[in-house]
């Protein structure tokens, strides 16, 4: 197949699989995450480029895959529905201190996840002490305190 | 139905500036679930075969004297083999493979080697010395996708090949 459609269909297959699997697949770069992505883009690499190890198909597949990207970021530019569906929306999962079960259980968060957050970026000490906590598109967590 | 499963918080506050569009992530939610069953569904028939290697894929074609084992699914520039398996062969067995076939193949290695090779009337012939029950394996490479179909010669026998190979 022509390295061109191959790197797109790889680019529009890995934007479907990761928002398929959802913001938190992958968000927290644990030991185990680390390995399981050099994993992933050494899949990848393999079915991009096969034995073709041409300097063209190099500059080919790079093209592709930036320029796709340059698209997109295009499109959600222009298109607020394309930005939804490509990155999705961020979610409020804490409000005034109270953890929204339903929120957090569909979206894979744990209170224990939110507290981390607030600890490690704001050095909260209990979840009373949140206003909000938002999971963001990239899957992390913001953490909103109360204003003293 | 799905979406009743799907029931968020209602949160009210205008403090906090974020575009937070609840009506969109229940579908996003619904979207994941049923992405995650397909995805659970595809692996699934993988184990199975149907991307190749599997019980859905492995076929067996037989006549009296000879059978050829093969992998009805195929992957792009994947090796896989045939296997010819002929009974009672006289001290000499041909194969002829058709050339239209071949040119969506690369044959990596045959074992044994034929004595002869030779291409008549848009078939590859294989020649081989033989006597008794005999195994013929060809190492072959596909080397374009989609959906064919060959008749194989073995002998005065023709065996019907189908394979599909996945990009």
């Known amino acids: 197949m022509n390295p061109i459609f191959r790197g797109l269909a790889i680019y529009v297959f890995l934007l479907l699989i990761f928002r398929i ?32 190890f041409s300097i063209t198909t190099a500059f080919l597949l790079i093209m592709t895959l930036m320029g796709a990207d340059l698209v997109l970021s295009l ?62 598109n990239d899957g992390s967590i913001s953490i909103i305190p109360y204003k003293n | 139905m799905l979406f009743s499963k799907f029931k968020l ?69 994947n090796k896989t083999q045939l296997i010819f398996r002929i009974n009672n062969a006289n001290s000499s067995t041909t194969i002829g493979i058709p050339i239209n076939y071949l040119s969506k193949f690369i044959v990596e290695k045959i074992t044994p080697e034929p004595h002869i090779q030779r291409q008549t009337n848009g078939s590859m012939f294989y020649d081989f010395h033989t006597a008794g029950s005999s195994e013929i394996r060809m190492l072959v490479k596909p080397i374009t996708t989609g959906n064919y179909k060959a008749n194989i010669a073995v002998n005065r026998d023709v065996i019907q090949l189908t394979h599909f190979v996945y990009p």
């Open chain 2, 9 to 77: 918080e209602d949160v009210k506050q205008d403090s906090l500036q974020v575009e937070e569009d609840i009506s969109f992530v229940r579908k996003e939610l619904v979207f994941q679930r049923v992405g995650w069953f397909v995805m659970f569904v595809v692996l699934a028939l993988g184990c199975v075969g149907l991307f190749g290697t599997g019980i859905l894929s492995h076929r067996t074609e037989a006549t009296a004297n000879a059978k050829i084992e093969y992998e009805r699914f195929l992957r792009f520039d």
């Open chain 1, 21 to 52: 699997t959802g913001k938190r697949s992958l968000s927290e770069t644990t030991t185990f995450e680390f390995v399981l992505l050099l994993i992933i883009s050494e899949t990848i690499q393999q079915a991009m480029v096969g034995e073709d």
């Open chain 1, 75 to 136: 499109l959600k530019n222009k298109f607020k529905t394309v930005d939804k569906i490509t990155e999705g929306t961020p979610v409020i999962i804490v409000d005034n201190g109270k953890p929204l079960q339903h929120r957090m259980k569909l979206s894979r968060v744990a209170e224990e996840d939110v507290l981390n957050a607030a600890r490690s970026s704001l050095g909260l000490e209990r979840m009373e002490e949140i206003k909000f906590a938002v999971l963001e």
